[in-house]
């Protein structure tokens, strides 16, 4: 089969489209005919050695995807051959195959494609995670999203709005601001060209948003961190700028803020249950067409080192979907 491999950590350019041997499902895996599969930021740092996990080389990027089932291994009884599937496996999608537990994937959910389904549970598990588990999200709130017109940030507006909260959102560029103006977001602001917190309170009328989604990271932080509201909830989702902030707690006294970690991956493995259930809502609003991934761009697996390195630069805007096989 076909593979995008990383054979040592380096930079995106040094990934190969490879022919490597099909993989075999150990005891509790299936193996997927891979169809599409979704790129996130976190595929750029994976390869680069800059994510907080590593995979045994080689390997090939690629968290999200989805597919069809080719085998199942010993011991797994929920699933068999033929079954359309989602998976978020953390590595391994970018390949015409790829083994993966059976604990890490569902069924494809009816009347979602397999684009879709690629490109659907990890920036929207994310979103509804932090606004729902850790913000605690009311509908009377004002919630400003920053990167909106990426990844997470579209999701964030896409719950946030279907939790019945007003969105500001922030991003770099008016064709970001055009999409999350799409997905809802009530007001919009190009941090590029202004004073971010000053332009926050604004939106406001002097209060500050109640809670903050901030996927980016950088010199945003301080600025929507300050103009954040009395008792208001600052979430640290990632740092797509790639500057980790470092923050005076003063500014968390002064409002008594609070700054509040999302980590949706380990949430879905410490409480199962918790992800279930957000997974059922999510289901739920995209049956309804509250929720649909934004996806921007359709690649083959031979562009996909250079879609890669796009959206590591921020080039890219909502999800681009790297296609596998025919996914009609
Ligand atoms: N904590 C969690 O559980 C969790 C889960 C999923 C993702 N994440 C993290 O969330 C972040 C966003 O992920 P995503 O999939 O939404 O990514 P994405 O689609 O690539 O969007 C990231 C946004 O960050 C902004 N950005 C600013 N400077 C950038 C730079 N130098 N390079 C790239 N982007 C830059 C861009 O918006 P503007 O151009 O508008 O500034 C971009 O649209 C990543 O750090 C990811 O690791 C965390």
């Given at each position: 089969m076909k593979a995008l491999l990383c054979?040592?950590?380096?930079?995106?350019?040094?990934?190969r489209l490879r022919d490597t041997p099909n993989p075999v499902p150990a005891a509790g895996e299936v193996v997927i005919a891979v169809k599409a599969c979704a790129l996130n930021f976190p595929d750029g740092l994976i390869v680069q050695g800059l994510y907080q996990t590593k995979p045994p080389l080689p390997f090939s990027p690629g968290a999200e995807f989805s597919g069809v089932i080719l085998s199942v291994g010993n011991g797994v009884s929920d699933y068999k051959a033929g079954d359309a599937v989602i998976a978020?496996?953390?590595?391994?999608?970018?390949?015409e195959q790829c083994a993966v537990d059976a604990q890490r994937i569902m069924p494809?959910?009816?009347?979602?494609?397999f684009v879709q389904g690629a490109a659907f549970l990890l920036t929207y598990g994310t979103a509804l995670h932090a606004l729902?588990?850790?913000?605690?999200?009311?509908?009377?709130d004002t919630v400003a999203v920053l990167g909106a017109g990426g990844g997470v940030g579209l999701a964030a507006i896409d719950v946030a709005k279907a939790m019945g909260a007003r969105v500001i959102a922030a991003a770099s560029s008016p064709e970001k601001l055009q999409l999350a103006q799409a997905h809802g977001a009530n007001q919009l602001i190009d941090y590029t060209q202004c004073d971010l917190r000053k332009t926050l309170l604004d939106c406001t009328d002097?209060?500050?948003?109640?809670v903050v989604l901030d996927p980016v990271g950088g010199a945003h932080t301080e600025a929507a961190l300050r103009a954040t509201a009395w008792r208001g909830r600052y979430l640290v989702v990632g740092f797509a700028a790639g500057d980790i902030p470092r923050i005076a707690l003063n500014l968390a006294l002064l409002k008594e803020r609070q700054i509040l970690g999302v980590y949706w991956g380990e949430a879905v493995q410490r409480n199962p249950k918790q992800h279930t259930a957000n997974v059922r809502q999510l289901l739920q609003w995209f049956a309804s067409g509250l929720v649909r991934p934004e996806i921007t761009e359709t690649v083959s697996l031979d562009k996909a080192t250079d879609a890669i390195a796009r959206m590591s630069c921020g080039e890219t805007r909502g999800k681009v979907v790297i296609t596998i096989a025919n996914c009609g």
């Open positions: 054979t040592a950590f380096g930079p995106i350019d040094t990934l978020f496996a953390g590595h391994g999608g970018l390949a494809l959910p009816a009347g979602m494609d729902k588990d850790v913000a605690q999200l009311r509908p009377d002097g209060a500050g948003p109640d």
